[in-house]
Protein backbone atom coordinates (compact mmCIF):
# COMPACT_ATOMS: atom_id res chain seq x y z
CA UNK A 1 0.00 0.00 0.00
CA UNK A 2 1.00 3.83 -0.87
CA UNK A 3 2.60 4.98 2.83
CA UNK A 4 3.19 9.25 3.63
CA UNK A 5 5.94 9.79 5.56
CA UNK A 6 6.05 13.28 7.32
CA UNK A 7 8.19 14.09 10.62
CA UNK A 8 6.50 13.71 14.03
CA UNK A 9 7.24 17.32 14.96
CA UNK A 10 8.74 20.47 13.67
CA UNK A 11 9.11 23.69 15.98
CA UNK A 12 9.13 27.25 14.83
CA UNK A 13 9.18 30.50 16.58
CA UNK A 14 6.31 33.03 15.82
CA UNK A 15 7.27 35.19 12.54
CA UNK A 16 9.39 32.46 11.50
CA UNK A 17 8.89 30.03 8.13
CA UNK A 18 7.72 26.44 8.87
CA UNK A 19 8.24 23.94 6.40
CA UNK A 20 6.49 20.29 6.30
CA UNK A 21 7.44 17.36 4.52
CA UNK A 22 5.96 14.42 3.04
CA UNK A 23 7.69 11.72 1.41
CA UNK A 24 5.88 9.21 -0.90
CA UNK A 25 6.95 7.32 -3.78
CA UNK A 26 6.81 9.86 -6.78
CA UNK A 27 3.89 11.50 -5.11
CA UNK A 28 5.08 14.45 -7.56
CA UNK A 29 2.53 12.15 -9.93
CA UNK A 30 -0.03 12.70 -7.60
CA UNK A 31 -2.37 15.46 -6.10
CA UNK A 32 -1.62 16.26 -2.52
CA UNK A 33 -3.78 17.96 -0.03
CA UNK A 34 -3.33 19.32 3.55
CA UNK A 35 -5.35 19.15 6.48
CA UNK A 36 -4.88 21.11 9.67
CA UNK A 37 -6.17 19.56 13.20
CA UNK A 38 -6.63 21.24 16.26
CA UNK A 39 -7.62 18.91 19.30
CA UNK A 40 -11.45 18.45 19.23
CA UNK A 41 -12.12 20.44 16.29
CA UNK A 42 -13.02 19.34 12.92
CA UNK A 43 -10.00 18.92 10.76
CA UNK A 44 -9.41 21.70 8.03
CA UNK A 45 -8.44 21.97 4.47
CA UNK A 46 -5.25 24.14 4.07
CA UNK A 47 -3.78 23.10 0.67
CA UNK A 48 -5.46 21.56 -2.04
CA UNK A 49 -3.95 19.72 -5.48
CA UNK A 50 -0.21 20.36 -4.18
CA UNK A 51 -0.62 24.61 -3.90
CA UNK A 52 -4.02 26.16 -4.06
CA UNK A 53 -5.84 27.60 -1.24
CA UNK A 54 -9.29 27.27 -0.50
CA UNK A 55 -11.35 30.63 0.29
CA UNK A 56 -10.46 31.78 3.41
CA UNK A 57 -7.54 30.60 4.03
CA UNK A 58 -4.21 32.96 4.64
CA UNK A 59 -1.39 33.43 1.83
CA UNK A 60 0.89 32.28 4.77
CA UNK A 61 0.09 28.86 3.67
CA UNK A 62 1.66 27.62 0.30
CA UNK A 63 2.67 24.02 -0.81
CA UNK A 64 4.60 22.42 -3.15
CA UNK A 65 5.14 19.07 -5.30
CA UNK A 66 7.84 17.41 -7.11
CA UNK A 67 9.61 14.26 -7.01
CA UNK A 68 9.24 12.15 -4.37
CA UNK A 69 8.68 14.72 -1.59
CA UNK A 70 5.81 17.29 -1.12
CA UNK A 71 6.10 20.65 1.55
CA UNK A 72 3.63 22.55 2.91
CA UNK A 73 4.96 25.99 4.15
CA UNK A 74 3.56 28.28 6.44
CA UNK A 75 5.40 31.38 6.65
CA UNK A 76 4.72 34.12 9.30
CA UNK A 77 3.97 32.14 11.49
CA UNK A 78 1.67 32.48 14.26
CA UNK A 79 0.67 30.92 17.93
CA UNK A 80 -2.68 30.06 15.93
CA UNK A 81 -0.59 27.67 13.75
CA UNK A 82 0.09 25.47 16.19
CA UNK A 83 -1.89 21.80 15.16
CA UNK A 84 -1.50 18.82 13.41
CA UNK A 85 -1.04 18.47 9.75
CA UNK A 86 -1.64 15.96 7.74
CA UNK A 87 -0.89 16.02 3.65
CA UNK A 88 -2.91 13.25 1.77
CA UNK A 89 -2.97 11.79 -1.79
CA UNK A 90 -5.44 9.10 -3.77
CA UNK A 91 -3.68 5.86 -4.43
CA UNK A 92 -5.63 4.72 -7.65
CA UNK A 93 -3.48 1.60 -7.69
CA UNK A 94 -5.44 0.43 -4.67
CA UNK A 95 -8.30 2.85 -5.18
CA UNK A 96 -7.78 3.80 -0.99
CA UNK A 97 -7.54 7.29 0.36
CA UNK A 98 -3.82 7.39 2.22
CA UNK A 99 -3.21 10.42 4.75
CA UNK A 100 0.40 10.94 6.19
CA UNK A 101 1.85 10.38 9.56
CA UNK A 102 0.94 13.53 10.64
CA UNK A 103 3.26 16.36 11.76
CA UNK A 104 2.77 18.43 15.49
CA UNK A 105 3.87 22.20 14.92
CA UNK A 106 4.74 23.62 17.76
CA UNK A 107 4.98 27.69 18.07
CA UNK A 108 7.96 28.24 20.59
CA UNK B 1 -22.78 26.57 4.79
CA UNK B 2 -21.49 23.23 5.22
CA UNK B 3 -22.46 21.30 8.00
CA UNK B 4 -21.96 17.58 8.79
CA UNK B 5 -23.17 16.38 12.61
CA UNK B 6 -22.08 12.84 13.40
CA UNK B 7 -23.63 10.64 16.15
CA UNK B 8 -24.00 7.37 17.51
CA UNK B 9 -20.77 6.97 19.25
CA UNK B 10 -19.89 5.65 22.78
CA UNK B 11 -18.95 2.79 24.79
CA UNK B 12 -19.82 -0.65 23.23
CA UNK B 13 -18.53 -3.81 24.24
CA UNK B 14 -15.87 -5.88 22.20
CA UNK B 15 -17.35 -8.32 19.38
CA UNK B 16 -20.56 -5.96 19.23
CA UNK B 17 -22.27 -3.95 16.80
CA UNK B 18 -22.81 -0.10 16.62
CA UNK B 19 -23.93 2.04 13.41
CA UNK B 20 -22.70 5.80 13.11
CA UNK B 21 -24.54 8.13 11.43
CA UNK B 22 -23.77 11.76 9.61
CA UNK B 23 -26.37 14.19 9.48
CA UNK B 24 -25.82 16.58 6.17
CA UNK B 25 -27.00 20.27 5.70
CA UNK B 26 -25.79 23.33 3.54
CA UNK B 27 -25.46 21.38 -0.05
CA UNK B 28 -26.69 18.89 -2.22
CA UNK B 29 -26.00 15.91 -0.42
CA UNK B 30 -26.47 13.32 -2.99
CA UNK B 31 -24.41 14.94 -5.23
CA UNK B 32 -21.40 14.11 -3.71
CA UNK B 33 -19.18 11.29 -2.47
CA UNK B 34 -18.39 10.87 1.16
CA UNK B 35 -16.00 9.38 3.54
CA UNK B 36 -15.84 8.31 7.01
CA UNK B 37 -11.82 8.39 8.58
CA UNK B 38 -10.86 7.78 12.36
CA UNK B 39 -8.60 9.09 14.68
CA UNK B 40 -7.78 6.73 17.76
CA UNK B 41 -5.99 7.55 20.85
CA UNK B 42 -2.79 9.55 20.31
CA UNK B 43 -2.44 8.66 16.52
CA UNK B 44 -3.07 10.16 13.25
CA UNK B 45 -6.02 10.25 10.62
CA UNK B 46 -6.99 7.15 9.22
CA UNK B 47 -9.13 6.42 6.03
CA UNK B 48 -11.97 4.18 6.37
CA UNK B 49 -14.54 3.83 3.43
CA UNK B 50 -16.38 6.05 0.73
CA UNK B 51 -18.89 6.20 -1.21
CA UNK B 52 -20.22 7.35 -4.71
CA UNK B 53 -23.08 10.18 -4.48
CA UNK B 54 -25.50 7.67 -5.64
CA UNK B 55 -24.41 4.91 -3.09
CA UNK B 56 -23.87 2.61 -6.13
CA UNK B 57 -19.87 2.19 -5.26
CA UNK B 58 -17.79 2.05 -2.46
CA UNK B 59 -14.36 0.90 -0.89
CA UNK B 60 -12.61 0.01 2.37
CA UNK B 61 -9.35 0.34 3.89
CA UNK B 62 -7.92 -2.92 4.69
CA UNK B 63 -8.09 -2.42 8.47
CA UNK B 64 -11.95 -2.40 8.24
CA UNK B 65 -12.79 -4.29 5.15
CA UNK B 66 -15.30 -7.02 5.52
CA UNK B 67 -16.71 -5.88 9.16
CA UNK B 68 -17.57 -1.79 8.35
CA UNK B 69 -20.10 -1.20 6.19
CA UNK B 70 -20.33 2.45 4.63
CA UNK B 71 -23.95 3.38 2.72
CA UNK B 72 -25.96 6.45 2.73
CA UNK B 73 -29.88 7.59 2.31
CA UNK B 74 -30.37 10.41 0.17
CA UNK B 75 -33.94 10.98 0.94
CA UNK B 76 -32.55 11.78 4.40
CA UNK B 77 -29.33 13.91 3.73
CA UNK B 78 -27.64 10.98 6.36
CA UNK B 79 -24.85 9.23 5.90
CA UNK B 80 -24.24 5.77 8.27
CA UNK B 81 -21.00 3.53 9.38
CA UNK B 82 -22.00 -0.08 10.46
CA UNK B 83 -19.43 -1.49 12.55
CA UNK B 84 -19.42 -5.16 13.22
CA UNK B 85 -16.92 -7.14 15.01
CA UNK B 86 -15.74 -4.31 17.34
CA UNK B 87 -11.91 -4.45 18.94
CA UNK B 88 -10.38 -2.52 21.09
CA UNK B 89 -8.16 -1.52 18.03
CA UNK B 90 -11.76 0.32 16.79
CA UNK B 91 -11.57 2.98 19.60
CA UNK B 92 -11.29 6.09 18.07
CA UNK B 93 -13.03 9.68 17.30
CA UNK B 94 -15.06 9.24 13.91
CA UNK B 95 -14.84 11.95 11.17
CA UNK B 96 -17.39 12.04 8.03
CA UNK B 97 -16.19 14.07 5.24
CA UNK B 98 -17.81 15.84 2.12
CA UNK B 99 -15.24 15.10 -0.63
CA UNK B 100 -14.55 17.80 -3.94
CA UNK B 101 -13.43 16.45 -7.21
CA UNK B 102 -11.94 13.21 -7.21
CA UNK B 103 -9.66 13.35 -3.44
CA UNK B 104 -10.23 16.64 -1.81
CA UNK B 105 -11.85 16.13 2.20
CA UNK B 106 -13.15 19.77 1.71
CA UNK B 107 -15.33 19.43 4.87
CA UNK B 108 -15.40 17.27 8.19
CA UNK B 109 -17.67 16.53 10.93
CA UNK B 110 -16.71 17.88 14.72
CA UNK B 111 -16.29 13.13 14.96
CA UNK B 112 -17.81 11.12 17.13
CA UNK B 113 -15.90 8.86 20.36
CA UNK B 114 -16.45 5.47 19.68
CA UNK B 115 -14.94 3.35 22.53
CA UNK B 116 -14.72 -0.25 22.55
CA UNK B 117 -14.46 -2.18 25.87
CA UNK B 118 -13.24 -5.43 26.46
Known amino acids: SYVLTQPPSVSVAPGQTARITCGGN??????VHWYQHKAGQAPVLVVY???DRPSGIPERFSGSNSGNTATLTITRVEAGDEADYYC???????????FGTGTTVTVL | QVHLVESGGGVVQAGKSRRLSCAAS????????MHWVRQAPGKGLEWLAV????????SYSDSVKGRFTISRDNSKDTLYLQMNSLTSDDTAVYFC???????????WGQGTLVTVSS
Open chain 2, 51 to 58: ISDDGSKN
Open chain 2, 97 to 107: SKVDGESIFDS
Open chain 1, 26 to 31: NIGSKS
Open chain 1, 49 to 51: DDS
Open chain 2, 26 to 33: GFFFSSYA
Open chain 1, 88 to 98: QVYDSTSDHFV
